[in-house]
């Protein structure tokens, strides 16, 4: 049984992390596991940003085309890079217990954003995290700042930049914990939809993979997941819109908190929805029309 993967080595923690439960929820198993290393062209094409290039589906493109074709049976990803529409056939199926949805700050000059210098230099590549940012700092030279994880601890140790941000959830994956200087409140600096949570998307129908994988999907991610992906859904999310949206399951409750922002963090709309976890995907196609209808039918566009 093959998992496809990228190479990068957040990448190979999630794929040997969902090799391990698989292995351990089928204690008698009678098949082997293979993980599988595939270049995609988001990691190949280092030097823009990823909305000059084609956006988040880069990362997961030539993965796909192996998991449709039969090549590998079921791919691993960070839930926060998967575009809302998979190509037909495909699905994001299950998904692994969530780890921490907060983003971690990371500076040798400052514990906060708050405490950074006037004029100080910020390295990030997502916009959420850039608008984010100048919305509270707008004093801040906030650049684009691409690479893997370790890049990007080398270069801030080098001095490219003074600070940046990263998951906490892919640090502590990596075990890195110890280089996150603080960590941002999601109240006030939410995450992005699907942060913290590893995805399988595997081929519709394919019951046998199906019932493998039953055993090592986690609920409360999955009904956090669907709502999530149901916002990002209905805003047509993409690598050009800064969007924040966060689900928390209590229970048979389901707390959702939507922001988006225009990406000098200037202008800001912001919901809240409380509703039965059942009812996830409706909560979260409803909190993205009320902030649609709150924002306007330019806000996208806007900055587009």
Same mark, same amino acid.
């Given at each position: 049984?093959?998992?496809?993967?990228?190479?990068?080595?957040?990448?190979?923690?999630?794929?040997?992390?969902?090799?391990?439960?698989?292995?351990?929820?089928?204690?008698?198993?009678?098949?082997?596991?293979?993980?599988?290393?595939?270049?995609?062209?988001?990691?190949?094409?280092? =030097?823009?940003?990823?909305?000059?290039?084609?956006?988040?589906?880069?990362?997961?493109?030539?993965? +796909? +085309?192996?998991?449709?074709?039969?090549?590998?049976?079921?791919?691993?990803?960070?839930?926060?890079?998967?575009?809302?529409?998979?190509?037909?056939?495909?699905?994001?199926?299950?998904?692994?217990?969530? +780890?921490?949805?907060?983003?971690?700050?990371?500076?040798?000059?400052?514990?906060?954003?708050?405490?950074?210098?006037?004029?100080?230099?910020?390295?990030?590549?997502?916009?959420?995290?850039?608008?984010?940012?100048?919305?509270?700092?707008?004093?801040?030279?906030?650049?684009?700042?691409?690479?893997?994880?370790?890049?990007?601890?080398?270069?801030?140790?080098?001095?490219?930049?003074?600070?940046?941000?990263?998951?906490?959830?892919?640090?502590?994956?990596?075990?890195?914990?110890?280089?996150?200087?603080?960590?941002?409140?999601? =109240?006030?600096?939410?995450?992005?939809?699907?942060?913290?949570?590893?995805?399988?998307?595997?081929?519709?129908?394919?019951?046998?993979?199906?019932?493998?994988?039953?055993?090592?999907?986690?609920?409360?991610?999955?009904?956090?997941?669907?709502?999530?992906?149901?916002?990002?859904?209905?805003? =047509?999310?993409?690598?050009?819109?800064?969007?924040?949206?966060?689900?928390?399951?209590?229970?048979?409750?389901?707390?959702?908190?939507?922001?988006?922002?225009?990406?000098?963090?200037?202008?800001?709309?912001?919901?809240?929805?409380?509703?039965?976890?059942? +009812?996830?995907?409706?909560?979260?196609?409803?909190?993205?029309?009320?902030?649609?209808?709150?924002?306007?039918?330019?806000?996208?566009?806007?900055?587009?």
């Amino acid at each position: 049984m093959r998992i496809g993967t990228r190479g990068s080595e957040l990448a190979l923690a999630q794929a040997h992390e969902l090799k391990a439960r698989i292995e351990a929820a089928h204690s008698t198993q009678e098949f082997q596991i293979e993980i599988v290393v595939i270049s995609t062209t988001g990691d190949r094409v280092q =030097d823009r940003p990823l909305s000059e290039i084609g956006g988040k589906g880069l990362f997961t493109l030539e993965i +796909e +085309e192996q998991l449709l074709d039969g090549r590998i049976d079921m791919a691993v990803h960070s839930s926060k890079d998967m575009p809302t529409v998979l190509p037909d056939g495909l699905e994001l199926s299950v998904f692994l217990p969530r +780890e921490n949805v907060a983003d971690a700050f990371i500076s040798h000059i400052a514990g906060a954003i708050e405490t950074l210098p006037r004029g100080a230099v910020v390295g990030s590549a997502s916009l959420r995290r850039q608008a984010l940012i100048k919305r509270i700092r707008p004093d801040l030279n906030v650049i684009n700042y691409r690479g893997n994880v370790g890049t990007r601890l080398r270069k801030l140790r080098e001095g490219a930049v003074d600070a940046t941000l990263l998951a906490a959830a892919g640090l502590r994956r990596l075990g890195l914990g110890e280089h996150i200087t603080s960590l941002l409140p999601v =109240d006030s600096f939410p995450p992005a939809p699907g942060q913290g949570a590893i995805g399988v998307e595997t081929r519709i129908g394919d019951t046998r993979i199906g019932d493998i994988l039953a055993k090592v999907n986690h609920r409360d991610t999955a009904t956090a997941l669907a709502c999530e992906r149901a916002y990002l859904g209905v805003l =047509d999310g993409s690598c050009r819109t800064p969007i924040a949206g966060l689900a928390t399951i209590l229970e048979d409750k389901l707390d959702f908190h939507g922001l988006i922002l225009s990406p000098d963090g200037c202008e800001t709309h912001e919901i809240r929805i409380v509703g039965e976890s059942s +009812e996830a995907v409706a909560i979260g196609v409803e909190a993205a029309g009320r902030l649609r209808a709150a924002a306007g039918a330019d806000f996208f566009s806007d900055w587009t």
